[in-house]
C-alpha cells in the first residue's frame, strides 16, 4: 500500500541553524501539507500546497518558514533559521485530488526536530 | 475560534471493554476524521466521515457524523491491548475552501488493561 514517507526521522540542530525536512508524497496525490506536533499537545497546521503554490497557511508559518516542490516527487519544509520552540514533530500529509468525497489526508512517520 | 474539543482526555479500560470518545465543536465541519497515533509515529487513517449523519464502522470501530455537523462520536467494542494509543479527530471546516486543512482535537489516551 503507498505511503508517505519521511526524512530524516530526527534531526538535532543548533539555535539559529537552517534545517530542511523532507518528504515524499504518495505519487498520484495532488495536494501536500505539513503540520507539526510539540510534545504531548495536538497536531497544528502549517501550511498546504497545491499546484506549485502555497494554498492556505497558518499563522505559525512566518517568514521563517518555507516549502518547495523541486522535482516531482519530494516536498520539503525549510526553516531559515530554527529557534527552540521550533522542537516538535513534523509530520508532511498528503490527499488526492477530491473528486466526491475524497478528501481524506494520509500522513507520514513524521520527523522529530530537536533544536538546542 | 476554530477548535475541536475531545474527551475524555484519558481513558484506562479493562481488556473486553467498549470504548466511547467524542468531539464537538461551536463551527460546522464538512468531513471528519478519526485517527489512530502511536508513540513516535504519525497518525494512522481510521475512519473518514462525509456526510451529516453517516454511520461507518471499520471493524471493532464505529464512528457517526453528527447530524449538526458540529460533533463526532468513536466507538471500539470489545477492546484488546493493541488498541492502546492516542486517537484524534480532525475536521475540515465548511467554507474553508478546498485546501483541505485539517483541524485536530487535543486527543483521547487510551490505556488497555489484560
Known amino acids: ?116 | 475560534g476554530q477548535q475541536l474539543n475531545q474527551s475524555p482526555q484519558s481513558m484506562f479500560i479493562q481488556e473486553g471493554e467498549d470504548v466511547s470518545m467524542n468531539c464537538t465543536s461551536s463551527s460546522i465541519f464538512n468531513t471528519w476524521l478519526w485517527y489512530k497515533q502511536e508513540p513516535g509515529e504519525g497518525p494512522v487513517l481510521l475512519i473518514a466521515l462525509y456526510k451529516a449523519g453517516e454511520l461507518t464502522s471499520n471493524g471493532r470501530l464505529t464512528a457517526q457524523f453528527g447530524i449538526t455537523r458540529k460533533d463526532s462520536f468513536l466507538n471500539i467494542s470489545a477492546s484488546i491491548p493493541s488498541d492502546v494509543g492516542i486517537y484524534f479527530c480532525a475536521g475540515q471546516l465548511i467554507g474553508s475552501g478546498n485546501t483541505g486543512k485539517l483541524i485536530f482535537g487535543q486527543g483521547t489516551t487510551l490505556q488497555v488493561k489484560p
Not at chain 1, 513534523?90 to 488526492?96: H, I, N, Q, T, V
Open chain 1, 1 to 116: 500500500e503507498p505511503e508517505v514517507t519521511q526524512t530524516p526521522s530526527h534531526q538535532v540542530t543548533q539555535m539559529g541553524q537552517e534545517v530542511i525536512l523532507r518528504c515524499v508524497p504518495i505519487s498520484n496525490h495532488l495536494y501536500f501539507y505539513w503540520y507539526r506536533q510539540i510534545l504531548g499537545q495536538k497536531v497544528e497546521f502549517l501550511v498546504s500546497f497545491y499546484n506549485n503554490e502555497i494554498s492556505e497557511k497558518s499563522e505559525i508559518f512566518d517568514d521563517q518558514f518555507s516549502v518547495e516542490r523541486p522535482d516531482g516527487s519530494n516536498f520539503t519544509l525549510k526553516i531559515r533559521s530554527t529557534k527552540l520552540e521550533d522542537s516538535a514533530m513534523y509530520f508532511c500529509a498528503s490527499r488526492p485530488l477530491a473528486r466526491g468525497n475524497t478528501d481524506t489526508q494520509y500522513f507520514g512517520p513524521g520527523t522529530r526536530l530537536t533544536v538546542l
